[in-house]
């Protein structure tokens, strides 16, 4: 799929799973169509994901070019008049609601440029009258300052655009509990305004712009949605992705950070980091400079670095989290009510066992206010009611916090995360060897990444070689190519069907591209699966616009008789040679 949009996951190919979420939000997308969705706020900590879901939601919105009109904003962390806000709000769906009806998405990169008057010409030129009209009466209202008018025509306007050339939008507006903290009334910035988010009761209502908002805030965000919002918006929280995407995120970052690993280190990174593709990243991109996957030591002695050395990114990711927490109640008392709750994660802990266990000397009403301020600052959960509270169920957010907190209120050795870090290193695998028989599908994966590895450095140098790696009919003047991007392929769920392909080497159009199957277990492959293979290579093909193709199929214990048949008849080269892992 195209990008249009440019995405700040960089590398369009490190986005990886979360497969369930983008087909619940194509759907919510489908169903704006019939005016039937509600405004819904997706909610995670920092780091997680959410950014890049919505960005590259709204790739697969422009890429579809629809009903809908993707529209996306964030909001920063930066002190901001009102006044300008307005105009880099509008300013910025102005060129995107452009774009995507000329689809010319140059006018994306105009978005952080120009001024009111450069908008208003480029509606002209593209022949936009009634964006011109409004372009007008906002230009007025900001010139004459009357600030609290032009806010209402603001917020209204991407709702209002699209009624009039009968069409739908999807406001998608990135870390939306920052409206209450970092907008004023003045051109000083001294005069906050703490409730603008309530200005969207009524807009947020319109099923033909539903909001789609996000924030790593979680708490912070929940509570002003409850307050100023209440019953307006769904929400929809973000888990950390399952362990099938969570090792695939492990061998495509090792395979575009260049860094090495092995099937084992790579199940075990998916363990000792629960899915959580924060901390995925942050092991690939540690500063530490004895970072080695290949190994479980390397493994682990990384993993510390992260948690407990002053440059980890884990670590001072969540110190965000506590900073902004302890700035509030900086005492002994929070301290040791998150050390509590985190040892005992596993379960809903009552504000009575808070009080009794650690002799806490405090009304049962400052208790409840501080324990608020600690869900607001997302390093404790919420729990059935306002009675229970539950730490963070996350094994690193533990040993980060007492790494930073734990000596103030008694002895802690780092060597303790060590040990702690080593037997759960070895209980998950032990886990992995009991399981073994289900992990099979992760041995193939696995034999993706080291195809995968072959053919983006080694094939097109050795061709000789690596022919000589397949049986069946090569075209007469095939070459490997330097190809422009080799990963696993699935299709974006807005085709509504399946097609996963494990293997898609793509080559410029001069040249032969790769559709491969990759499977790595004791049975042979068969006639069925080549059947289904050659459907999915033609649909890929389709959809890719792929003129020319090998197809490929590796079996490491080879293939039925009247499968290499069928694959001699359609041309499909096979190989069971086990050079090629």
């Known amino acids: 799929m195209k990008t249009y949009f440019k995405e700040k996951i960089g590398n369009p190919e490190l986005f990886t799973g979360r497969k369930k979420e983008m087909t619940y939000l194509l759907n919510w997308i489908d169903r704006i169509k019939r005016d039937i969705s509600q405004s819904t706020a997706i909610l995670s900590r920092r780091k997680t994901g959410k950014s890049a879901l919505m960005q590259r939601l709204y790739n697969i919105v422009f890429n579809k070019n629809d009903d809908v009109i993707p529209f996306y904003f964030e909001i920063k962390e930066t002190d901001i008049w009102l006044g300008s806000f307005c105009e880099e709000f509008f300013r910025t769906f102005f060129y995107q609601f452009i774009a995507f009806i000329t689809q010319k998405p140059e006018y994306l990169d105009f978005v952080q440029l120009g001024s009111y008057q450069d908008a208003l010409e480029t509606a002209r030129k593209e022949g936009f009258e009634y964006l011109e009209s409004a372009l007008k009466k906002i230009m007025m209202l900001h010139n004459e300052e009357k600030i609290d008018i032009l806010w209402d025509t603001i917020i209204n306007a991407p709702r ?79 888990q950390n992705i399952p362990e099938e995407e969570a090792v695939e995120m492990i061998l495509k970052y090792s395979y575009l950070e260049d860094i090495p690993v092995t099937e084992t280190t790579m199940r075990l990174m998916a363990g000792l980091t629960e899915g959580n593709p924060f901390y995925i990243a942050s092991m690939f991109r540690s500063q530490y400079q004895g970072k080695d996957f290949t190994t479980k030591k390397g493994l682990l002695e990384t993993l510390e670095f992260e948690t407990l050395h002053r440059e980890g990114g884990i670590k001072g990711t969540w110190m ?17 009510i998150v ?68 000596d103030e209120i008694e ?68 070459e490997f190519a330097e190809y422009e991007s080799v990963w696993s392929y699935a299709a974006s769920p807005v085709y509504k069907r399946d097609l996963q392909i494990d293997i898609f080497a793509r080559a410029k159009k001069s040249n032969y591209s790769l559709i491969g199957e990759v499977k790595n277990r004791k049975a042979k492959f068969s006639i069925k699966e080549a059947k289904a293979f050659m459907k999915k290579a033609e649909k890929l093909m389709e959809l890719e616009d792929i003129e020319k193709a090998v197809l490929f199929v590796f079996s490491i214990n080879g293939f039925h008789k009247n499968t290499i048949e069928y694959m001699k008849k359609y041309k499909i080269v096979w190989t069971d040679d086990k050079r090629w892992l």
């Open 160 to 238: 209002m655009v699209a009624a009039h050339y009968n069409m739908h939008v999807v406001q998608m507006i990135d870390e939306f509990q920052f409206i209450n903290q970092y907008i004023f009334r003045d051109k000083l910035c001294k005069h906050r305004i703490g409730n603008l988010a309530g200005s969207y009761l009524h807009t947020c209502e319109y099923k033909t712009a539903p909001l789609l908002v996000s924030g790593s805030w979680v708490g912070w965000l929940v509570r002003d949605l409850n307050r100023m919002l209440p019953g307006r918006f769904l929400f929809h929280y973000l």
């Open 320 to 336: 965000e989290y506590a900073g902004r927490a302890m700035d509030e109640s900086n005492d002994v008392n929070a301290k040791k």
């Open 339 to 406: 050390l509590y709750l985190s040892k005992f994660r596993k379960r809903e802990v009552s504000r009575e066992e808070l009080k009794n266990e650690l002799s806490l000397e405090m009304t049962d009403s400052e208790l409840e206010k501080k324990l608020k301020i600690l869900v607001h600052a997302d390093i404790i959960e919420p729990g059935r009611s306002n009675f229970y509270y539950q730490g963070v169920r996350d094994n690193i957010f533990d040993k980060v916090f007492r790494g930073m907190y734990a």
């Open 411 to 478: 002895a802690f050795d780092p060597k303790d995360l060590t040990d702690e870090y080593r037997k759960l290193a070895e209980q998950l695998q032990k886990d992995n060897q009991k399981l073994l028989g289900e992990y099979s599908h992760f041995k193939g994966k696995f034999s993706e990444y080291l195809i995968i590895d072959n053919l983006k450095y080694r094939a097109y140098a050795n061709q000789t070689r690596f022919k000589g790696m397949l049986n069946g009919h090569l075209p007469e003047k095939f």
